[in-house]
């Protein structure tokens, strides 16, 4: 049996290395996010007790360990993943109030019920949260939607309701298993600037 020449040998490996690479680099992708998340306001001087409040009816699907978010998708819009986070939507966007208020001063209390003599209390009623990406061997596309309702209550009363929305969408060649962590903190840090100003400014009034 005659054998491969070595050039013909080398092109050959080349090409199933360079096949095994692209294929690879197609399928990194993190499917799930994470808790970690960096506060971004720079309002300081806050005290008092704060409640960080979300509806009870919160839970997770039943049978699942995890809650879907979104899907991973091909050029062909076929979905080869879905994106997961271990902790309900809502439970993601009350830990990082806690950490905003946390750093701006107030003693921050996450809660699933609010108690009737709270004096200050921020309760998260609704959220929206969709994350979906794009793979193929080229590059990776991820797009993060969030919406929250937020009502403020003093002292057992609702004085304010209040609406925070952002989108954003990243695409990358590089870092695949780092995107989509990136563009749910770019999109939930978008909404807390937004948010956390203004609710701060209206527990300050009168």
Same mark, same amino acid.
């Given at each position: 049996?005659?054998?491969m020449?070595?050039?013909?040998? $080398?092109?050959?490996?080349? %090409?199933?290395a360079?096949?095994?690479? %692209?294929?690879?680099?197609?399928?990194?992708?993190?499917?799930? #996010?994470?808790?970690?998340?960096?506060?971004?306001?720079?309002v300081?001087?806050?005290?008092?007790d704060?409640?960080?409040?979300?509806?009870? *009816?919160?839970?997770?699907?039943?049978g699942?360990?995890?809650?879907?978010?979104g899907?991973v998708?091909?050029?062909? +819009?076929?979905?080869?993943?879905?994106?997961t986070?271990?902790?309900?939507? &809502?439970? =993601?966007i009350?830990? *990082?109030? !806690?950490q905003?208020f946390?750093?701006? +001063?107030?003693s921050? =209390? /996450?809660?699933?019920?609010?108690? &009737?003599? &709270?004096?200050?209390? !921020?309760e !998260?009623?609704?959220?929206e949260?969709?994350?979906?990406?794009v793979?193929? %061997?080229?590059? #990776?596309?991820?797009t993060?939607?969030?919406?929250?309702?937020?009502?403020?209550?003093?002292?057992g009363?609702?004085?304010?309701?209040?609406?925070? /929305?952002?989108?954003?969408?990243?695409?990358?060649?590089?870092?695949?298993?780092?995107l989509?962590q990136?563009v $749910?903190s770019?999109?939930?840090? *978008?909404?807390?600037?937004? /948010?956390v100003?203004?609710? #701060?400014?209206? =527990?300050?009034? +009168?």
């Amino acid at each position: 049996m005659r054998q491969m020449r070595p050039q013909l040998r $080398f092109t050959s490996c080349l %090409l199933l290395a360079l096949t095994i690479s %692209l294929t690879s680099g197609c399928a990194r992708y993190a499917s799930r #996010i994470n808790m970690l998340y960096e506060p971004v306001t720079s309002v300081h001087g806050m005290s008092g007790d704060l409640y960080i409040s979300i509806k009870p *009816a919160v839970q997770k699907p039943s049978g699942s360990a995890v809650w879907a978010l979104g899907e991973v998708t091909d050029d062909d +819009g076929k979905v080869i993943d879905h994106l997961t986070s271990p902790r309900p939507p &809502a439970e =993601l966007i009350q830990a *990082a109030l !806690v950490q905003e208020f946390k750093q701006a +001063g107030y003693s921050t =209390l /996450a809660v699933s019920t609010i108690r &009737a003599d &709270a004096a200050q209390v !921020v309760e !998260v009623h609704r959220v929206e949260l969709t994350i979906n990406q794009v793979s193929n %061997l080229v590059e #990776i596309k991820a797009t993060c939607k969030l919406l929250i309702d937020i009502d403020i209550r003093k002292n057992g009363q609702v004085i304010r309701k209040l609406q925070y /929305a952002s989108k954003y969408t990243q695409t990358d060649i590089k870092d695949r298993d780092l995107l989509v962590q990136t563009v $749910f903190s770019q999109t939930l840090q *978008a909404v807390m600037r937004q /948010a956390v100003p203004e609710i #701060i400014a209206i =527990l300050g009034q +009168g």
